[in-house]
């Protein structure tokens, strides 16, 4: 997975006056990536050798974290982005996913429709919803110092959306069955093929959002008001507008997964919102506005809870989490992939 | 008082303005302390569930609203009050009059340690807020996973016959309950009131409006930022221990848990951030809500029929307030009605 896609990064390299710069931070960037992905064979190394574990078990830690991971990643690179551009702090982003997974549900149970080809339609749908929430009431608060009133915001609607499912399904458990049962096997672990289509939908989504970021008029304007909203407008892009695209591609990241997650997680109009602070994490971690770095910090995590499992059983591997989070946090906080501001 | 004038050029017409802070406290707690006396009993639970989101808002506001530290943690200090009680009194059969104190001075020592550390790697705004709540998310997977503390059971307060005060228990239908919870809360809002009166208090405001201009007027920025911090979080730990010994029980998820955070935060947002009586206006708003939506759903109109015997429709209900009052009354009610008055 290439990680020079940090924004501020592709937004430096499009200045043409200072043309070393981007590329020593990419190569450094390149190089980070290798040495944290190093650290974790290594330690999976060591997990294997000297961890006391049997190596099956091992084996289908690594897979069941990948996974995980995968999942993880899909949620978080929503995050990233509108943490990454707009800065604002989206404690809705795992409400917003519960969202997505009600909306598909809707569309399995009622329409009868293929869980994936309803995910096609809740991409859309949640796009919607994120650009009508940033343009009918975050953009009143993005001057400098509203963190507070865009995090109030975005936790009263976590606290509205949780509870108006809540109103509308009630608290029952529900579930849909996926059209691709089984498992595949794989070095003698078990890989169910629902979670496999999840990560590979990680993977696409990521190339995806990298590409339009890229490659796009759009991804350009998001670029430019990342790096100067001010900068942006005096050339013209209409940063309200730009800010409302950017918080629906957020969630229509979570409109994918939501559909994605469904056939393994059980629904509840609480299920999304263990993965808000994990995301956070996980965003923290890669580096604002690193869709790469999302999807690396969320094998990362995924692979802490599941191998972190094997020696703290029960929550004890989210502690670990935790810690890893505040350490990141104090010590790094541009996140393992992200350039200093 | 809270806003960024200096003092010497706003010149009250008040010699002292504080004073009527003070007529308005006592007077309150009176009127207040009748309310038993009045209320139906099935009312008196609602009431002291207020007060407790009270108290924990005013120990926020505190931290958040005067400090400008938003903090997004402070289960993390309700619930050290609750276990220190729970602990202390189940396991050592210490009084809750002790334990509860004991509490508040370890959320105090944990809040400045926390603080500490975050002040010190320059964490700002929406980071602050992301390791307050790390921090709590660690103590609800810390206790749940501590045998002594037994781990997801929880504690339950052994019952006393008959009541004691030395036990902080009363018999059903006891007011004292009630009358406790007001003592404390009056003793946060008096703390409240001196601080904003006190050097302590004016440096703290001076730091969140401008810190740089308070560092360069000589101000040690962290002591006083630290000192805020005890102060908020010993009294939402007093709320915490309080909580144990009127509800009996605590877990980890009742203490510790993300919506305990969102109590102390809601009722001071609503009510007015940075002001003395937002806090406790915005709980008297939101407390008894669930109440409301509760009877309006066991009797619906016939326009919300379908939502007969759901739950949600409270938490919906301040949500939507919670969401306008940003929106419209960046200062709360009280703080909007405040300014209009002076204006």
Sequence with gaps: MSTEDTMTDTAVSSRKSSPRRPAVRRRSAVLLTAVVLALVVVALVLVYAVGGRSHQLVTQAIVTG????????????????????????????????????YVAYVLVSSAGLDVYVSTLITIPVLFGIGYVIQSTMLNRLMGAGETEGQLLVTLGLALLIANLLLLGFGGEPKSVSAPFEGNLHVFGAVAPVPRVIAFLGAVL???????????????????????????????????????????????????????????????????????????????????????????????????????????????????????????????????????PQ | ???????????????????????????????????????????????????????????????????????????????????????????????????????????????????????????????????????????????????????????????????????????????????????????????????????????????????????????????????AVAISAAITALAGGFYTQYFLFVSPDLAFGAQVSVEAIVPAVIGGIGTIWGPVIGAAVIGPLSEVTASILRDPPSVLSFLSGRSGLDVATYAVLLILIVLFLPRGIYGSIRARLRA
């Design chain 2, 1 to 227: 008082m809270t806003t960024s004038a200096p003092p010497a050029a706003t010149a009250p017409p008040r010699a002292r303005p504080w004073l009527g802070n003070w007529t308005v406290l006592v007077v309150g707690v009176v009127l207040v302390a009748l309310l038993p006396y009045v209320l139906p009993a099935s009312r008196e639970s609602v009431a002291v569930r207020t007060l407790i989101f009270a108290v924990m808002a005013v120990g926020w506001n505190i931290m958040s609203g005067y400090g400008g530290m938003f903090s997004f943690g402070h289960a993390a200090f309700f619930g050290i009050g609750a276990y220190a009680d729970a602990y202390l009194l189940v396991k050592h059969g210490v009084s809750p009059w002790i334990g509860i104190l004991v509490g508040a001075v370890l959320a105090a020592v944990f809040g400045v340690a926390i603080a500490y550390l975050s002040l010190r790697y320059r964490l700002k705004g929406a980071y602050f807020a992301l390791a307050t709540f790390a921090f709590a998310q660690m103590l609800l997977l810390l206790t749940s996973n501590i045998e002594a503390l037994n781990k997801t059971r929880g504690f339950n307060v052994p019952l006393v016959p008959g009541g004691s005060w030395s036990k902080m228990q009363f018999p059903i239908g006891s007011h004292n309950y009630f009358w406790i919870v007001l003592g404390i809360l009056a003793v946060a809002v008096a703390v409240n009131i001196l601080l904003v009166g006190s050097r302590l208090g004016q440096y703290v405001m001076a730091i969140r409006d401008d810190e740089t201009a308070a560092a360069s007027l000589g101000i040690p920025i962290m002591r006083y930022q630290l000192a």
């Design chain 1, 66 to 101: 990948i996974l995980l991971g995968g999942v993880y990643g899909l949620v978080s690179m929503g995050l990233t982005l509108i943490f990454g551009v707009l800065g604002i702090v989206n404690f809705a982003q795992g409400t917003l996913l519960t969202l997505a997974m």
């Design chain 1, 205 to 339: 989504l990521a190339l995806g959002l990298t590409a339009v970021l890229r490659r796009t008029r759009l991804g350009l304007s998001i670029r430019s008001v990342a790096a100067s909203a001010q900068g942006a407008q005096l050339v013209g892009v209409n940063v309200h507008r730009v800010y409302a695209l950017t918080f629906g591609l957020g969630t229509a990241c979570v409109g994918a997964a939501g559909g994605l997650v469904l056939p393994f997680l059980t629904l509840t109009p609480t299920a999304g919102e263990q993965f808000t602070i994990l995301a956070f994490v996980i965003v923290v971690l890669g580096g604002l506005g690193s869709i790469g770095g999302a999807l690396v910090g969320g094998l990362v995590i995924g692979l802490v809870q599941t191998v972190g499992g094997l020696y703290f059983p029960g929550t004890g591997a989210t502690l670990l989490v935790f810690v890893v989070f505040v350490v990141v946090l104090f010590f790094r906080p541009q996140g393992l992939f992200g350039s």
